[in-house]
């Protein structure tokens, strides 16, 4: 599959680039890319939640009324859960989210993301460049040249490149990430895909191995 690479003035080079249809034209898997964006969520969480149980609260043991006839459940001492300021029943405790997948299933998944992005017309390729300097208003004429402001961007860069990161960083709806680094979730949450020349060959050589 062929695609006209642009600069990053929105204007075509005159140079295609080639897709690789094992990559960007399978048939995405929906249940696969599922798998892989739940366990991406689940591993950004902390697991830091914390709720004191009954035995964890201070406060007095003494028994506060009698065992029946109170017209109400039955409770002990303050820091019964069915008091106001008592402990929580089974409440949350400090836990690991995070689960294992498959490096094949990662890879099919990334796979898959790509396709859609390709069937929905959402891939850009451009061709490389960077700023001098870090400078914001020229990473938003880049998005608009491209006719994508307005639009969730995630642009893939080959290598770390601290201007063009930095110019993004303070974009609401841009994103900059590493193509070593692409996954399903960010493939998806993105409405456009802009991907630089060499990012597809180091697309390439992950997918392809």
């Known amino acids: 599959m062929e695609v006209n690479v642009l600069n990053i003035k929105g204007q075509e080079t ?11 034209g399978i048939e995405p898997n929906d249940h696969v890319l599922y798998l892989d964006v739940k366990q991406y969520l689940a591993n950004q969480r902390q697991g830091t939640h914390k709720a ?10 003494r028994k ?19 008091l106001r300021g008592g402990g929580r029943v089974f409440g949350p405790k400090p836990r690991d989210y995070r689960t294992k997948l498959n490096k094949k299933v990662k890879v099919l998944a990334r796979k898959s993301a790509l396709s859609y992005k390709v069937q929905e017309d959402a891939l850009i390729v451009v061709e ?8 914001t208003k020229e990473f938003i004429n880049v998005v608009k040249n491209l006719k994508v402001d307005g639009k969730k961007v995630l642009l ?9 990161y930095l110019s993004a960083r303070n974009l609401q709806r841009s994103e900059v990430i590493l193509a070593s680094s692409l996954n399903a979730y960010k493939v998806l949450n993105a409405d456009v895909l ?15 191995k």
């Open 14 to 24: 005159g140079r295609t680039a080639t897709l690789n249809d094992d990559i960007y």
């Open 52 to 61: 004191k149980e009954r035995s964890e609260h201070k406060g007095s043991t």
């Open 128 to 135: 490389d460049f960077t700023f001098n300097e870090p400078k």
């Open 64 to 82: 506060l009324g009698r065992q029946k006839g109170g017209g109400g459940a039955r409770h002990g001492d303050i820091n019964s859960p069915l």
């Open 156 to 164: 893939v860069l080959p290598e770390a490149n601290k201007n063009v």
């Open 194 to 208: 802009v991907v630089t020349e060499n990012s597809l060959k180091t697309i390439d050589t992950i997918l392809t």
